[in-house]
């Protein structure tokens, strides 16, 4: 066995500085987090050859005293906590006292900062984590942090890093990240001779339209308890998750938790396969979030996760039910005051009961129902988008698009699809009804019998009490007919359905329902099934409606929630002024 060597603290300092630094990116992030602790109002951060040859990092804070400036580059050395009792209270981004003597050990660094109402600065010059050598100088107030020649000593590291205009693309990313969560803050970044990216003191709209150019139009605040922040109306999405950006307390993290409950709280307003661009900040008590399992900082531990994912999950829905309810705002409920009965169950009326007891057969609910989301209740014939009663129905497009006219706004038209619309109206109502009295069902003058293999089979039974809700009433028949599986017999229907066998759509419902191993949570998974209902049970292809059938369909998206787009995500209304028309033909 080869012998044990205790290593060198210069040797260890290197070592320990890969879990900290492992491209310029990460250096740009840990000094910009300082000078953003530092209480700077203006943050210039210079590279070049991608950060790979220099990085400078200037600020206005309050600097660092001639007694701590060496200090600050040893490590474990912090100004943010002295006892173990401040690890729960952290709230700034640097604490750690590793960022600065991770650096040091693997560049050459030079360090320039004065502190308000001293006459002179302080110089602190380190070269691959040498002494630090200090002195005088005649600098401005705030700290000017230079880093040259990264990684010069670890080779091996410097050949994983990538093309110079990669790696600035690295540093940009971190840089917007952490420039959007701070708007009151004036950033500039620039790459060697390049255009600089600036940014000057707003809010944090302003800030996104600066970094990103995304239209005050194509976003949604969100501000719900524990959750603020902005997401992307519902629309195409994006390929990743790239610009979904999830923050605790301003700082950047990675959980995907939260990336799920983002995700969950626009359902089907999104494709499947993309991603919305979204801005989340947690905010939470810093007792209630470990921000310390993670070198980086960049991942966190909840003491309650499942109640930061359910604040997100709810805030998301809630804002983007504000598109379609002006001036509601978006509100966290106790589950206890959704005024839902867990004990009900569909099965417990007499006659199935009765069934029941004949034939051996005790169908029930694979897993509780969830209770209802708050803005899922039934609220009457309350309007919730009112710019739809106020639309004139003027012609119909191939037999599957509404135009509609409005003359508000100096005048506007409508293009609505029409099966979509039809197909949202139908899957809001479905909801309501399902969480509520349950799903209306018409009796089928002949029960109809389906045949199931064995895997259909454990499918319906697992599902039966969720389809007793929708409207279906189903039971056993005995062996199929095909061998190895069961009959059974559908005797009523959803009042909504309006013909053909429902053999298949049974199916797929009970698939949908039961999914054996799936991640989705059962209200997603109910969702999915309303959403088959929905779609067999409205207009499907080309039809030419009256315009009394045109007006009753925009009645409907008045008065429902989510109207701006069909439950698969697709658009359902778009929307043009005047003034796109006319320059259009460049009047």
């Given at each position: ?13 290197k ?8 491209r310029?990116?990460?250096?740009v ?67 750690r ?54 990684f ?5 590291r ?7 205009d990669?790696?600035?693309?690295r ?46 139009k194509?976003?949604i ?18 390929p ?28 089907q ?17 810093p ?16 003491r ?6 359910d ?39 007499p ?9 051996g057969y ?18 009457g ?14 012609g ?6 509404l ?56 499918a ?29 017999l ?20 009970s ?8 991640s ?26 009256t315009?009394?059938e045109?007006?009753?369909l ?24 005047r003034k ?8």
């Open positions: 066995m080869p012998k044990i060597n205790v290593l060198d603290s210069l040797l260890a300092s070592i320990a500085a890969g879990e900290v630094i492992d310029p990116a990460s250096v992030k840990e000094l910009m987090e300082n000078s953003i602790d530092a209480g700077a109002s203006s943050i210039g951060v210079f590279l070049a050859e991608g950060g790979k040859r220099v990085i400078k990092i200037t600020d206005n804070g309050e600097g660092i005293s001639r007694e701590d400036a060496p200090l600050a580059f040893m490590r474990h050395a912090t100004s943010k906590i002295s006892k173990e009792e401040d690890l729960d209270a952290v709230l700034t981004m640097g604490f006292g590793e960022a600065l003597a991770s650096v040091a050990s693997i560049s050459r660094v030079t360090l320039k900062t004065r502190r308000r109402m001293e006459t002179e600065g302080t110089l602190v010059s380190i070269e691959g984590g040498a002494p630090p050598l200090v002195s005088g100088d005649g600098c401005p107030e705030g700290t000017l942090i230079e880093v040259k020649d990264l010069f000593n670890t080779p091996a410097l050949k994983f890093l990538r093309s110079s990669s790696e600035y693309g540093a940009l990313e971190i840089f917007k990240r952490l420039a959007l969560i701070n708007p009151k803050t004036r950033f500039k970044i620039q790459h060697g001779s390049g255009r600089p990216v600036e940014t000057a003191p707003g809010t944090l709209r302003d800030r996104i339209f600066d970094l990103f150019g995304i239209a005050e194509d976003i605040e969100v501000n719900a308890p524990f959750v603020e922040g902005y997401i992307g109306a519902p629309g195409d999405g994006y990743t998750s790239k610009w979904l950006l999830i923050y605790v307390n301003k700082r950047v993290v990675r959980d995907k938790s939260i990336n799920r409950a983002v995700m969950d709280g626009y359902g307003m999104l494709p499947s396969g993309r991603f919305p661009f979204a801005i989340i900040d947690v905010k939470i008590p007792e209630d979030v470990d921000i310390n399992i993670h070198p980086t900082k960049s991942e966190v531990r909840f309650n996760q499942s109640f930061i994912y604040a997100v999950k709810l805030a998301v829905r809630g804002a983007i039910g504000s598109l379609s309810a002006p001036g509601r705002q978006p509100t966290i409920q106790n589950r206890a005051d959704y005024g839902y009965n867990r004990q009900f169950s569909p099965f417990s009326g006659r199935l009961a009765e069934e029941s007891a004949s034939t005790s169908p029930g609910f694979s897993e509780p129902l969830p209770p209802p989301l708050p803005f899922l209740r039934d609220e014939d309350d309007v919730k988008n009112p710019e739809f009663l106020g639309l004139e129905i003027v119909q497009l191939w037999g599957e698009f135009i509609a006219e409005s003359h508000a706004n100096g005048g506007e038209y409508y293009v609505i699809d029409q099966h979509g619309a039809a197909e949202r109206a139908a899957f809001e109502k479905l909801k309501k009804r399902f969480y509520g009295e349950g799903i209306r069902r018409q009796l089928l003058l002949l029960p109809e019998r389906i045949e199931t293999t064995p895997d259909e089979k454990d319906i039974l697992a599902s039966v009490g969720y389809l007793d809700r929708m409207g279906f009433e189903i039971i056993p028949f005995g062996p199929s007919l095909n061998g190895g599986g069961e009959s059974f559908i005797k009523s229907v959803p009042e909504v359905l309006k013909s053909g066998r429902c053999d298949r759509l049974i199916g797929e419902l698939e949908e329902i039961s999914n054996v191993g799936g989705l949570k059962i209200e997603d998974k109910i969702e999915g099934a309303l959403m088959r209902i929905a779609c067999h049970s409205v207009i499907r292809g080309p039809r030419q409606l315009k009394e045109g007006a009753a925009l009645k409907e998206l008045a008065r429902i929630d989510f109207a701006s787009h069909c439950p698969h995500g697709r658009p359902v209304v778009k929307k043009y002024s796109d028309i006319e320059s259009a033909f460049k009047r």
